[in-house]
């Protein structure tokens, strides 16, 4: 089944940017150089991991887009930090007579609590379902700079999406966001929208290796459909 997919774009300004190069004008790598991916095809976690990181790999090659890993990093302070606090606490009350270390453990308990809290509220509501962020620069009479945000999700079975496929099988989701702008990100040319989802089994055979080209075209006419503006 063909991927359902949907797009749409605002433009900030009447005159139209340039297109730079999509993921499909760029070559990948031959089959035979790549390493094959095989996974549990009845374990749907295990299927979207695959794909994201697959889809990274294919995004994050030469003249596409540099991975921002800025959610992983706030991620990773946040947790080294309340690993930290948590190993100074129990160190100092180790060391320390009970009584004395007693204001000190509850104010190291405290702190670690809020930095878990912080670090569970960061992931929820920031990070939420993106698993790339990309950037790149382009100059055409001018530097351009483009973001691209992607979100990734499974849709279960029994989900009553819209772009879900008919068949009775679990899909690959993403939602795309791609934006342009010149002027140190000053002046936006435009900000696109796009979204699409395909059944796992269209990636994976019944042994769950993976048909990277197949899915990295797929991902490839997503992103330039966002790019775009138009459906893939």
Same mark, same amino acid.
């Given at each position: 089944?063909?991927?359902? +997919? ?24 031959p089959s035979s150089e790549r390493e094959t991916i095989k996974i549990n095809n009845? #374990?749907?976690?295990?299927?979207? #991991?695959? $794909? ?11 003249? /596409?887009? @540099? ?14 930090? *309340? ?31 809020? /930095? +878990? ?22 100059? *055409? @009479?001018?530097?351009?700079?483009? @973001? ?19 068949? #009775?099988?679990?899909s690959y989701s993403l939602n795309i966001t791609y934006l342009q702008s010149t ?6 040319? $435009? @900000? ?7 059944e796992y089994s269209a990636f994976f055979d019944e042994k769950g290796v993976m ?22």
């Amino acid at each position: 089944p063909q991927p359902a +997919t949907k797009a749409s774009s605002r433009r900030a300004s009447s005159a139209s940017p340039e297109k730079p190069p999509g993921p499909l004008s760029i070559p990948a790598a031959p089959s035979s150089e790549r390493e094959t991916i095989k996974i549990n095809n009845a #374990n749907a976690t295990d299927l979207k #991991n695959a $794909c994201d990181d697959a889809l990274k790999r294919y995004l994050s090659r030469p003249n /596409l887009f @540099k991975q921002i890993h800025l959610h992983t990093d706030v991620r990773l302070t946040l947790g080294w930090a *309340s690993v930290f606090v948590a190993a100074a606490t129990g160190l100092y009350g180790w060391k320390t007579e009970f009584e004395q270390a007693k204001p000190a453990v509850w104010a190291g308990f405290i702190l670690y609590a809020i /930095l +878990t809290t912080l670090q569970t509220l960061y992931a929820y509501f920031v990070e939420g379902d993106v698993i790339f962020v990309g950037r790149r620069k382009s100059f *055409s @009479k001018r530097i351009n700079t483009e @973001k691209i945000t992607i979100s990734s999700r499974t849709i279960p079975v029994s989900s009553p999406t819209p772009i879900a496929s008919p068949s #009775n099988a679990p899909s690959y989701s993403l939602n795309i966001t791609y934006l342009q702008s010149t002027s140190s990100g000053k002046s936006l040319l $435009c @900000k696109n929208r796009a979204q699409g989802s395909k059944e796992y089994s269209a990636f994976f055979d019944e042994k769950g290796v993976m048909a990277q080209e197949v899915f990295e075209r797929w991902v490839g006419e997503l992103v330039e459909a966002a790019m775009e503006g138009k459906s893939a």
